[in-house]
């Protein structure tokens, strides 16, 4: 069964008109600018693919590629200006670890808060809040302020609270490199048991999460896919460019 | 715009929190915590009274708590203006990668702002009582009165948010705007002894005119509500039409323009 499928999308940037300004350029330079598409900026275009269910695509590519761009179409953070992306079932955007972080407030604190801005209900987070707390494992420090927090706490808290939001589609961005051995294997062993049952859409540039995990690759550079298909056969191709 | 009621309301639990935590995070690093709630109006009031009273010898006996019902109305608007206008760009992580109606943001500072505003009622009841102010019936208005300054702040904080979200320097326009809006609403005088007559009705064409002369006539001259109240409800709902209908067009397109 199909989870995504995504027909010659494209994601355009509007350099020049949209994009954030000042008072001072608009005077300045918007006269001039009136008329867009010399400053468009493409971060994806001509963008196709399909993804069954159950798959773990492996997204790669240098930075600024447009993987990123591509996590976000899907989760349905940008609309796409070309083309056509449809997404069967539900979508957990966690590739967000830690970013609804309100500093000021505690480990607990957030993790009702987070969880709540991800779609959980109140409800559910009472149900798993200890297991939330126990994959965590930042002993007292659940009960501080997040801004006492190293940066491995706050991935492990924000990893902790995006595997308990159950979803069809699941996104992850970069977040296998932090944290220790330790926690790196339980976040492995984890992925491990939601594989297969889950769409995973995986950005990574870690060449060895890839291999792992993916059973199908997309190789994306410049907003366009270079090559996608086998892992090993992609992989080999990107590192020999 | 129905859809956009309904998409906020079904996140209504998620409002709540950003309330709390917004209430939470503003208070919970400061020694007197939840004091400031009173404290930051009364310093500001006793400011006005020094400059008011002392130097320019004005103000009635009833001065300090008319000022403090202005103080009150007014700094809801600016904290909830001045929140809003980088509500979406100073939460750009949690934007760029969850996906719920934007408007959240925006209305989250004005709702905490509300809950400051009735918890400043704690002092500004004994006030009442300290400077002899008149009870009467009309103090039933004061709920219709806080939905209209409501209805108003969300159009208003709809636009800056969008707005501001595009363009930088919306912060010190709107700051300067609300700077003349303080002096151009009867916060530190009244507008019989201030403003020549001839003048009146333009002047009261300010919302902020019509709502603050209403505050102080309701609840310390046991008066009914300003006359220009109507046209100041009228002006809320415009303001709030075009608040969400801009902010509603826009909100896909903010997200990139971060």
Redesign the interface.
């Given at each position: 069964m199909e989870a995504i499928r995504a027909t010659d999308l494209g994601i355009r940037?509007k350099v020049g008109k949209?994009?954030?300004?000042?008072?001072?350029n608009?005077v300045v330079s918007g006269f001039r600018r009136r008329r867009g598409g010399a400053d468009d900026f493409w971060a994806l275009r001509h963008v196709s693919f399909t993804v069954s269910k159950g798959d773990t695509i492996g997204v790669i590519g240098r930075n600024g590629s447009g993987k990123s761009t591509l996590l976000?179409v899907i989760?349905?953070?940008?609309?796409p200006d070309e083309g056509e992306v449809s997404v069967q079932g539900s979508v957990s955007?966690q590739?967000?670890l830690g970013?609804?972080f309100?500093t000021?407030?505690s480990g607990i604190?957030n993790i009702?808060?987070n969880g709540?801005?991800?779609?959980l209900?109140?409800k559910y987070i009472d149900s798993v809040l200890d297991d939330i707390i126990g994959f965590a494992d930042i002993g007292e420090f659940i009960n501080m302020?997040v801004k006492t927090y190293s940066t491995g706490m706050e991935t492990r808290l924000g990893f902790a609270i995006a595997i308990h939001v159950h979803r069809d589609i699941v996104l992850i961005d970069e977040i296998l490199v932090v944290g220790d051995a330790e926690f790196r294997k339980k976040c492995d062993e984890r992925l491990d048991k939601i594989m297969g049952e889950r769409t995973i859409l995986l950005v990574s540039h870690d060449m060895n999460a890839i291999r792992r995990f993916a059973n199908k690759v997309i190789w994306l550079d410049k907003g366009q896919i270079v090559a996608q298909g086998e892992p090993e056969e992609v992989i080999q191709r990107y590192l020999g460019s | 715009m129905i859809e956009q009621f309904k998409s906020i309301w079904q996140r209504r639990e998620l409002l709540f929190y950003m309330v709390t935590s917004e209430l939470k995070a503003e208070h919970k690093n400061k020694v007197l915590g939840f004091l400031w709630s009173f404290l930051d109006p009364l310093l500001l009031m006793a400011t006005y009274i020094l400059l008011v009273v002392l130097i320019f010898d004005r103000g009635g006996p009833q001065f300090p708590v008319l000022l403090f019902c202005a103080i009150l109305s007014w700094r809801w608007f600016t904290s909830s203006l001045s929140i809003a206008v980088v509500s979406i760009t100073s939460k750009s992580k949690v934007v760029q990668t969850t996906r719920f109606p934007l408007a959240v943001l925006p209305l989250s500072g004005i709702i905490a702002g509300l809950v400051d505003y009735l918890v400043a009622f704690v002092i500004l009841i004994p006030l009442l009582f300290a400077f002899d102010a008149t009870f009467s019936v009309n103090v039933l208005w004061l709920p219709v009165l806080i939905i209209v300054q409501l209805v108003l702040t969300i159009g208003a904080a709809l636009l800056c948010a969008a707005l501001g979200t595009y363009l930088t320097d919306l912060k010190n326009i709107v700051q300067f705007i609300l700077r003349l809006g303080f002096y151009l609403s009867p916060i530190l005088y009244s507008v019989v002894d201030t403003v020549p007559e001839r003048f009146e009705t333009y002047y009261m064409l300010n919302p902020f005119a019509a709502l603050i002369e209403s505050y102080k006539n309701i609840l310390v001259r046991g008066e009914p509500p300003s006359e220009y109240m109507a046209i100041a409800a009228a002006v809320a709902v415009i303001v709030f039409v075009i608040g969400f209908w801009y902010f509603g067009r826009e909100e896909h397109r903010l997200v990139k323009a971060i």
């Open positions: 940037f949209r994009k954030r300004t000042s008072a001072r608009i976000r989760g349905g953070i940008y609309p955007t590739f967000s970013a609804g309100e000021e407030l604190e009702y808060l709540i801005l991800m779609g209900s109140k302020p | -």
